[in-house]
């Protein structure tokens, strides 16, 4: 179900915007918070109270069972700014389901889709001159679940706030990355939560990435539990790689997140004659087409990062520079058709763009 306009949101506007403050030549990610932002409260069962508030701090109980036992759950998404003016959300309705995934897996609370779409839609209208109009620079959307019970045994949650908040931002990560196979860390296993985004996934990644800027690199690339021997994701996004000419990634299951930019990038790739595998690939696969020159290129893919493009993996204690990135590369050609795409400038035979 599309949003529709039945439900009633009460609205309380800002008495002064910030807008003026902002420098959208600094913007950066994730630094700036917008005017407003969307809150429905769930008790008894029920969702309630629907409002659009001025951003802010709210009161929050010391026993918050969030805070002590991680039923936490977020969400990331961007809103585009055609040259008419127009805005576009990418795909919302794939970031709805995906939230629900999330939320059944913690046990938390289902979110109704009018609900989530029209808190959406509705925020970004009112905040609509908070959408950046440079190239480049978008509005991300984040949507963040999580439990309010005031309870320190362990126990589900019977209520839950759910926000929406919105952020202009430029790009996540300025210059190509440098990345290290984590061989002792693990992001995920199977059974376990990998695929959902919760805050724990996060959280237990800073120490490992850590270590990892500490020795001089960017990111991770986290292998799987067992053996550290296959692909998993890299950081906060999906990875991807090029092999004779090849689009490879790791299939997804359970400990991998199912990236809504994964999925877009391995259609616009097929869209444009390139041949994509999903499959398991080991980091010896990278090391042996690294050897026999194989290796093109390796990418991360995601909704904050977009395409990252990696130009050093290290493993093992050897470090394996990868070829010259440029804008011709398979990660470059694919990301400037996939913008096309977010900014109207091409036709959205996907039906992907979701006007507010
Ligand atoms: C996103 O790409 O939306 C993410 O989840 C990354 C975020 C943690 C910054």
Redesign the pocket.
Known sequence: MIATQTLHIEVKKTKQSRLPSVDWKKLG??NILSDHMFVSDFADGQWKNPRIIPYGNFEISPANSALHYGQSI?????AYRYSNGDIYLFRPLENYKRFNVSAERMAMANVPEELFMEGLTQLIRLDSNWVPKEEGHTL?I?PLLFATESHIGVKVSDSYSLMIMTSPVGM?YSQPIKVLVETKYTRAVPGGVGFT?TAGN?GRSHFPTRLALQKGYNQLIWTDGYEHKYLEES???NLMCVINDTLITPELHDTI?A?I?RDSVIHVAKDMGIKVEERKITVDELVDGHKKGTLQEIFGV????TIAPICLFGYKGKDYELPPINENNFGGRIKKELDKIRTGKVADKHGWMFKV
Not at 74 to 78: A, L, R, S, Y
Not at 302 to 305: C, H, S
């Open positions: 990610f994730g977020f969400e990331g998404m961007k991300y984040r996540y985004k996060y950081g906060t996004m997140l990236g930019t995601g909704t904050a990062a």
